[in-house]
């Protein structure tokens, strides 16, 4: 079987609530940063993504935050779904590299 | 149907074994990027290319390598130098790797397991 590694931050809402996840990125000089969404065996998949020069930015039912003073990430999910359950994972891009967050799991209970 | 695709999805080797990773996009980009994933750890930058017969190493190189003979490929041989490659192997491409930002786009990936 798979080898059992660190357990991932876990967040549970209710169906047709608000989801917030959170992520600390570690370099004050990136200036691009993209939240990811990844199903169980799947390849991650682009949500939305933000420039420094921006510190909100808005899509459809996701609104992402940066927050440049404290390094902080947080993306919002409004009336989440059952098939928004999956592993979101930030990554913030300095220079030639990305570099990934280790997820947050978002359950959404039915 | 525009995208990157991995094969295989399954990937099965006995240890000493070399093994290799297919990587296929038609979105025309330019840069593409191999990741390991790993339980509870992010994604970690094994090796990236920006254009064609140029490549540079990422974090975790070792025990790895790859070609770019043509824009559109770029396979990864995990090789038996590698210590620990039992993992979820990543593809990705974007337009551009320099400053220009864009976002990368990931493939479905190739689970590989040595015994």
């Known amino acids: 079987g798979e080898s059992v590694g660190l357990h991932l931050p876990t967040l549970s809402v209710q169906e047709g609530d608000n989801s917030i996840i959170n992520c600390a990125y570690s370099n004050s000089a990136s200036d691009y940063f993209i939240w990811y969404k990844q199903e169980s065996g799947k390849g991650p998949q682009f949500i939305i993504d933000?420039?420094?020069?921006?510190d909100k930015r808005q899509g459809q039912r996701v609104t992402v935050l940066l927050n440049k003073t404290v390094k902080h990430l947080s993306l919002q999910i409004a009336a989440t779904q059952p098939g928004d359950s999956a592993v979101y994972f930030c990554?913030?891009?300095?220079?030639?590299?990305?570099?990934f967050g280790t997820g947050t799991s978002l359950t959404v209970i039915p | 149907d525009g995208g990157i695709t991995q094969s295989p999805k399954y990937l099965f080797r006995k240890e000493g074994q070399n093994v290799t990773l297919s990587c296929e996009q038609n979105l025309n980009h330019d840069a593409m990027y191999w990741y390991r994933q790993d339980p509870g750890q992010g994604l970690r930058l094994i090796y990236y290319s920006q254009i064609v017969n140029d490549f540079q190493k990422g974090d975790i190189a070792e025990g790895y390598s790859v070609s770019r003979e043509k824009k559109e490929s770029f396979p990864l041989t995990v090789t038996s130098a590698q210590k620990n490659p039992t993992a979820f192997y990543l593809c990705?491409?974007?337009?551009?790797?320099?400053?220009?930002?864009?976002?990368?786009?990931f493939g479905p990936g190739t689970r590989l397991t040595v015994t």
């Open positions: 990705a491409s974007s337009r551009t790797s320099g400053r220009g930002n864009y976002e990368q786009y």
């Open positions: 933000i420039r420094s020069n921006m």
């Open positions: 990554a913030e891009n300095t220079g030639n590299q990305f570099y």
